[in-house]
Structures are given as C-alpha cells and as structure tokens.
RNA sequence: GGUCCCUUCGUCUAUCGGUUAGGACAUCAGAUUUUCAAUCUGGGGAGAGGGGUUCGACUCCCCUAGGGACUGCCA
C-alpha cells in the first residue's frame, strides 16, 4: 500500500522583541501559534527580535520567558536571538546585492525625506534615484544604507489563511532599507532570513504586520526562497475601538497575573476572542488544540471584556485543584502583607472550595478567604454589635449549645441545623443569620452561614461565638 | 495624502443564498435570601447606509460612511 504523501510538518513561531513588556496582543499571537503548532503536532518555537540593541534589554528578555512560561505556551528548542544572526543577516544582504536585487543608497536623511515627499506628490512610494546608478569614486567609503530594489510596477500578492488574497501594488512599496548605515540589518530583513532558517512553515502574527507581508514576500522571492503561509491575526482594541494603551488597564501579560486570573483562563478567553468554535465558550485546553484551526481566525478586531474573563476565570477557578489555588491566594495575602496564621494552609483549604463559586479572581477568592484566617478574639465592626442585642446574644447562647453537638458539619447539614433551631425559637433566620454572620467574620464577607462553619470548623466557630457573648459591650 | 484590512445585539461571536438571525458575557425583571456572590426562570437587544445580482441576500458584486494598520536608518 503506497503511504500518502507526508505533509511537511508545521513549524510557528512568536517573534518578540524584548523591548518592554509582554503585550496582551502578541501574548494572544503565542497562543495561536502555539495552538495551531499543537494542533498539527509540529513545533512551536521561540525568537526573540533582539536588533534594535537601543531599546532591547536583558531584562526584557526575561520578561519574554518569564510570560510565556506563565502563560503556559512552552516553546521547542532554545529559543533563537536575531542579534546573535547578524552575520547571516549580512551574507543574505550581499548576496541581494551581488544579484542586483538590492543596490547602495548614498541619499542622506535630509534628501531621502525630500525624495520621499516628491514621490508621494508623483503618486508612487520612494524610490531611490541610486537604483540605477553606479557609485563612483566620490561615494567610495562614503556611509549609505542599503535598500531593496522593489519592482516599479505589477502586483505583489500575499495569500493570507484568513484574509484571502490581498494585493499590493509594487509602486506604493517603497525601495525600503535592509542595512542601515551602520550595517546593521533591518526587520523585514532580519525577518525573512530567519523564518527561512528556522524553517518556519506558518507565520502568524498581529494584523500591524499585513503589509510587511508583501515587502516579505518580495525579499522571500528575491532569496529564491519558499513563501511560508502567512495568517494575520486582527488586532486586540481598547474599549473604545482603538489601540490599547494604558488607560485600558491591562496591556501585559504581567499585568493578568497580577489581576488574579488564571493562565488557563486567559488561555481560554484569548482564544475566545477572535477565534470560535461554534457556540463553545468555555474549554479545556485540550479542546482548544483539537479545535484550533487558523481558518476560522475572524476578521474583525476585537475589545478587551474584562466581565467576559471574569466569567471564564471564573469557571476555570471552579474546576482548578483547591491546593493549587490555596497556594496562589496565600501568594496574593503574602503580596499584601497581611499577617497570617501558622496554620494558614490548612484553613486555607478549608475555606476555598467553599467560597470559590464566588470568585471572580483570585484576589476576590482571597477576599472570601480572609474572614477565616483571622485569630481569636475578633474584632467585631460595629454593624455587628448592633445586632448584638441582649435577646439576640441569649439566642445565640443556646444556638452555640445545638451546634456543640451538631452532628452532621456539613454546610447542608447546619443549613439544617440553622433553620431547625429559627423554628424551635420561633423566629426567622433573619433574626439570627447577620449577628452570627458578623460573629463569625467580624464583619468581612463569608459565604453562606452553613459554609461559613464548615470552614471555620467546629471548634474555631465555638470560640468565635463564644468570645463574642464573652465580650464586655 | 497613498496602500491595505475590517464592519451582525452594549461586548465576544454563530450563520458559510432560503433561520421567528442562535449562543455567551453584560443588562433588566422575578425566584431564592443571613452579607457579597453564586444559582434558577423570564425579558429587551443586531446585520453601518445606498445601489445592484437573484425567485430569494446578513451571506455575492459595486459605491458611500465609519474604524484600524502600514507608510521609521522600530519591530
């Protein structure tokens, strides 16, 4: 039987420049990647965009790794440094410029803006008057860039997976630079001959880059090199439609943690936004992987909807392990600086499965937690000592009597407890829920009384009530 | 200015020529009620505008409008 033809495996790849922070945006470009790599089982590999040596910095490198590792997107391999390629970088340069596909531009700052200005009033992109002439001796060790030869006329077409076939027109394209004058190399350059090396079969990658698409496309020709497939991905907006920026709130991948959400949440919501699986919204990630296919990239740019991630955090926070979470909430009291119990922990787990349905984040799961890890005596806040009547301290004296021997410490058994006890004194809970609530919590939220116990557990709800009908008004 | 991309409820989206245009979040009303939530039930809410093509258009084509990206010796 003759094997079907064996589909050269996919390989993607992130491509940041360690300038700053990780933003959302290009966190959402991993994603894909690193779903569609999943989902094909090919690679997904990692570069960091290092040339501009300005702005790039060590530790903006870390920041990279650190976000992408939190996110959970593991890349293959060691990830690569474009700085470090410098040299193929060049060699591609020269041999553009051996073929005559690239040529040395001797225009200075001043006349290339100039040339630049009459072009545009001549309806066409810049195009170099050095592209037909040869440097003579005047211009010999004289500082130039080098620039692309970009054909003045015909059709540079792009075939991008989710926006079609998109033509751009080879006279607006201007002759642009791939050296610059202190011969280091530039983007597009550095781009393509990297994607090429590292054998990347799918570049995907943030709308902002569609018309480097076709510059690419031109250098990838002008190489004799094969034109990946490109997918470019619409673009994340702020809440009012346009770029993110700070007033947005978060923009960074740190930022997210920071926020208490879960990795697997933004994972998920990530995906969610310009991406779908029919009327799926909540998922696994091994969901997303089997479901992920860049052809069902939408087109339209999306706004960030935090009360969407809260509902999604939400879920996943439900369905994550309660020590897990325990850990991540005492992260979030210790950033705070709250002081805790020796046995934080534990009462930690108590109280987290407890409450988490109420979460949204996890500083709100840490929020609900709180009222059960403060230390006896409390410090009850004055709404609850107005509820502290005498005939409502007695009531609870002999409530504290029942639940010593309360046998069933579940939230459901002393619901139960609860409401038998309201009947057999005649009253509603109403009567006795917020002074026990606030007897309990010392004024900080707690959910529901049943649970409120149960997390407490027996003997930390006793001494809580107790030291409360102990203490002198 | 030029080139390119985009446009369905407030938001994210489904629909791939024939649907009462579906779902989720948000919102509103009700239920529950011991706080905040959560939960349950129900409601309102959309094809930017105008031309075509077609028996029939959210869906295909054109124009207009609006939004966005690029137009760096940044990436």
Redesign the pocket.
Known sequence: MPSPPTPSPVVTRIAP?PTGSMHIGNARSALFNWLYAKHTGGKFLLRV?D??RE?STEASVQVIFDSLTWLGLQWDGEPVF?FARAALHNAAVQRLLDAGQAFRCYM??AE?DAA?EQA?AEGH?LRSPWRDRTPGQMEEGKPH?VRFRTPGEGDTVVEDLV??T????NK?M?DF?LL???GTT??NLAVTVDDHDMGITHVIRG??????AGRQTLLYRALGWEVPAFAHL??I?SKS???LSKRDGAQSVGEFRDMGYLPEAVRNYLA???W?H??D?LFTDAEAIAWFDVA?V??????L?F??L??VNNWHMRRADDTRLSGLVRGVLEERQIALPADVDARLLAVIPLVK??AKTLLELAD?SLYALKSRPLVLDEKTLSHLTDETRERLARLLEVLRTANDWTPEGL?QT?KTFAESEGV???KI??AL?GVLSGGA??????SALTALGREESLGRIHDALSQVR
């Open positions: 420049s965009e040339t501009d702005r474009q200075t700052v290339a630049k545009r992109a860039v926006r079609g998109v033509r751009f027109p607006d201007e630079i610059r004058t202190d530039i983007y709308e902002e880059h569609l018309s480097n619409p673009l907006l439609g346009g770029k969610k936004l310009g779908g029919g009327d919204e069902d939408v087109k339209g740019g999306a706004k909807d009360d969407k809260n509902h349905e109420g609900l619901q609860l509603g809970l109403g829920g917020p609530r939220p707690a959910p529901d009384l049943g």
